[in-house]
C-alpha cells in the first residue's frame, strides 16, 4: 500500500496534523484494478470521514472485510456485473477542508464510466457542500451565474451548426443524420438547462477556487453525438467573498482550521448510537432538492450494510427498508445535530432510537 502525505498547514488542529491517505489497492486482472483512499489518524472526524467513503462507494464499514475491502462491489467470480474498477484523486486540501474525487467504471446492463467528488470538514468530519459554503442569497446569485454561462455554451454551439436540413430524415446522409440528432440533443438540453439548479452537480474545492461540475448533455445511447461533456464552471473564493456563509469564508477565505460548522447545517453525514440495545451505525448518504434522501445502515456487529431510501421535512426524518414486512425509522434533529426517534417493522412494538453525529 502507498502512503500519501497531505501537508496540512502549521496552524491545523493538533488532531488533523498527522493525517496521511492510505492507498487500499487491489488487482483482479490488468483490467480490474482498484484503488481506494483511507485516511489515517486518530481523530473522531477521520473515523468519520472514512465511514462515509466506506458506505458510499465500498458498501461496507472500514476495516471489515473477509478478504478485500473490494469485495462487496466488484464482480464475483466468473461474472462481469459490478465495479470493474476505482481509483481517486485528491482535488484540494486546506487546513479545515478535503477534497477528494473517486473515478470508477460499472458494468450493469452496459459498461459505464463516473466520478463523484467529496467535500469534507476536516474538524468535524461531515461531508459540506455549497449550501454550507454560501449563504442563500449567494447560492442564487451563483447559480444564476452559472446557469448563463452554460446556457450561452450551448447556444453558441448551435449557432455555428450548419443551418438544420428539412428534408425527411430517412432521405438524410448518415452525416447528415447525425448532426440532426445532436441539434435536437442540444436543443433540448438547452431548454432545461435555462432552469436548472446546482443540486446535483459535482463540487470540487481547490486551494483558490472552487469548481461546479454539470453533467453532460448526454444519455448512454447518445453519448457519441456529444461534443460538449461535462459542464464545468471554476470561481475564485475571493469573487465569492459577498456570498460565502461564516464558515464558508473562515474555512475558504481565512484558511483556518477552526470554522464551526453549525450542527443542523446538512443532514449529510455519519451517525453513531443504538436502535434499541443494538449498537448501529447510519450514513445519510445524499439528500436532495425534492426533500428525498438516500441512506443506509449497519449493525455494528454485522456490518451488513441495509439499505435505506427516505424524505426529509425540515427537523424531521422518515427512513424505510426495502424488506418485508418494511421497517421505518421517524427520526427528529435535536439543536446539537444528534437523532432520536423511532424504529418499527410492521406491527412490531417500537424500538428507540439514540444516534450522535
Known sequence: MRLLLLPLLAIALPTLADVRIDAL????SDWETYRFPLLVGDS???ARINTFLHARELQALPGRFAISPF??????EREIWGVNNLDYRVLGQGPGFLSLAIDGEYTGAYTSQGTRSYNFDLASGRPIGLPQLLNPEGLLRLQGELQAQRVKRLEDFLKAMPPSNPADYDKLSDDEQWLEGQRAMYTECLNSRREASLDYDRLQLGTDNLTVIGDTCANHASRALDDLGEFSNSVSYASLSADLSPYGRCLLLEKRSDCALPANSTAQGVYRGTLGRYPITLVIEQPYADHSLSASYFYDKHATQIELGGEFQQDHLTLHENGEPPARFELEFQTDGSLTG???????PELAVKLTP
Open 25 to 28: 489497492t487491489a488487482k483482479r
Open 44 to 46: 473522531p472526524a477521520i
Open 71 to 76: 469485495e462487496k462491489v466488484q464482480p464475483k
Open 342 to 348: 423511532t424504529w418499527q417493522q410492521g406491527n412490531k
